[in-house]
């Protein structure tokens, strides 16, 4: 897995994050949001030689769309995928998210693990998927 490709993992899982807004009422509500995570290359850090089993890694996104912030992750190599945390502050509140990652991220499904602020209480699913080496797209489905 290359720097640039983790990259982009990474950025699909903390894209995924910041697509959690959602407006709060006594019921379970559902909606749907979409998110473009873009790599900041000046945020990171990298294993030296290629990645491998064990290896860890981190890097952050600005995160554009239904809103906007940036996010942080640190990433875990796992069997040729990256397992990652990501944190995500968006311009209402605070989004937790995590997941496995493969290489090249299709419709790969993380679990959004919380939240805080207008996020407080956040679940459900962001799909990643890849557009580029620095660019991915997010689709939440949040439930809260």
């Known amino acids: 897995m290359t720097a640039s490709r983790l990259l982009a993992a990474g950025a699909a899982a903390l894209a995924t994050t910041a697509v959690i807004a959602t407006t709060g009422s006594a019921a379970p509500t559902h909606r749907t949001l979409h998110f473009t995570s873009k790599n900041d290359p000046a945020v990171g850090f990298f294993p030296s030689g290629a990645p491998r089993d064990g290896s860890t890694l981190g890097f952050g996104d600005t995160i554009t769309g239904d809103d906007h912030g940036f996010d942080r992750s640190v990433c875990t190599i796992i069997g040729g995928k990256a397992l990652c945390t990501v944190q995500v502050q968006l311009s209402r509140g605070t989004l937790a ?48």
């Open 97 to 144: 998210v995590q997941g496995l990652i493969p290489e090249h991220p299709h419709n790969t499904p993380l679990a959004v693990v919380g939240g805080t602020g207008a996020y407080k209480g956040a679940g459900g699913t962001a799909r990643a998927t890849e557009v580029d080496a620095n660019t991915t797209k997010i689709k939440v489905s949040l439930v809260r």
